[in-house]
């Protein structure tokens, strides 16, 4: 989340950045509120100081058997109970008001990530091997002859309705093997720690990783109010949370294979033809915490073991960096 204090330090420089993610003007309604949220939190201090000074009169006045400076005592603390209860309310209110739209907001872009409007803009930095040509029209992952039998979208359909797959036979073997093969990688020769992680989360893990509010529509909800994680980033970035820890004991680099689920209510118009978009998928995810300095590194390295594992794959791709208007 934003940190308030540096936006009410800089609001220019603050909404400078918000431009080029889209967004204009976004510290005003942010300094607003927290303008208000701070005038409650002092007329309930004010409150309570007032409150204070009267109960400690209350005790003189009777001792002097002034019975009415001690009614009026005796009411005035009852209306400042009252009053702070009032205040302390409303203040909470309007620090949920400020959280909800800090968590809405995106993360500050670099200096140095390109400006543009679309994935059009995205700069390409890196590209390894070149995509196999065919002398034939290729087909798409779920209509090779080979993969078919594994692939069963109908009987997935029966069972959990659209957007889900039941795998099979070779399928199955080698969706297990590709996990397998990354965690062995990942943790025998990348130096990251495997971890098992819940796939149920509260909303704070779920708010810590910015999925709450903005993606609240594309995660699904349990009646218990917990939420099912989107990618296994929740678990294993919230297991630090609330958490002090000695710089002499970073990085700590994670990864995780986990189930993952996502309603892909925003997907309208995109494809989600065979396995694309699907609502529960799994994934081979990587989490370093780190000190800030030594971040632009600890992303460098996450991307090369990322990028080792398409290299054994012998699968040609590209690394492009995101534009500000691509970057989600």
Request: net charge negative; glycine share 6%.
């Amino acid at each position: 989340m934003h940190d308030i204090r540096a936006i009410r330090e800089n609001p220019a420089a603050f909404d400078a950045a918000m431009v080029k993610r889209g967004i204009s003007g976004a510290s005003s309604e942010i300094l607003a509120i927290d303008a208000e949220r701070r005038a409650k939190i002092a007329a309930s201090e004010a409150a309570q100081a007032e409150r204070n000074t009267a109960s400690k009169e209350v005790g003189a006045a009777k001792a002097k058997g002034d019975e009415v400076e001690f009614e009026r005592l005796r009411t005035l603390v009852a209306e400042k109970k009252d009053q702070i209860a009032r205040l302390e309310a409303e203040a909470k209110a309007e620090d949920e008001r400020l959280r909800d739209v800090l968590m809405g907001l995106p993360n500050l872009p670099y200096d140095d990530v390109p400006d543009g409007a679309d994935e059009d803009d995205n700069v390409e930095i890196h590209r390894w091997g070149e995509p196999p040509a065919f002398d034939f029209k290729p087909k798409e992952h779920f209509e090779i002859d080979g993969v078919k039998p594994g692939m069963d979208f109908e009987t997935a359909a029966k069972l959990s309705g659209s957007r889900f797959v039941l795998m099979s036979g070779a399928v199955a073997r080698v969706h297990r093997a590709l996990a397998q093969m990354m965690l062995d990688i990942h943790t025998t020769e990348n130096g990251l720690t495997e971890t098992i992680t819940p796939v149920l989360v509260r909303d704070e893990a779920m708010y810590g990783t910015n999925q709450l509010p903005k993606f609240a529509e594309d995660s699904y909800q349990t009646r218990e109010g917990m939420w099912l994680i989107p990618t296994s980033e929740v678990t294993l970035t919230n297991i630090v949370r609330e958490t002090i820890i000695d710089a002499d004991y970073l990085p700590r680099r994670y990864t995780a294979h986990t189930q993952c689920f996502r309603s892909e209510a925003g997907s309208a118009g995109k494809d989600t033809s065979g396995m694309l978009r699907q609502h529960q998928f799994e994934k081979v995810e990587m989490v370093t915490i780190c000190h800030p300095d030594t971040s632009d590194d600890e992303q460098k390295r996450m991307l090369g073991c990322a990028e080792g594992i398409l290299q054994r794959l012998g699968l040609a791709y590209r690394t492009i960096v995101l534009c500000t208007g691509d970057m989600g």
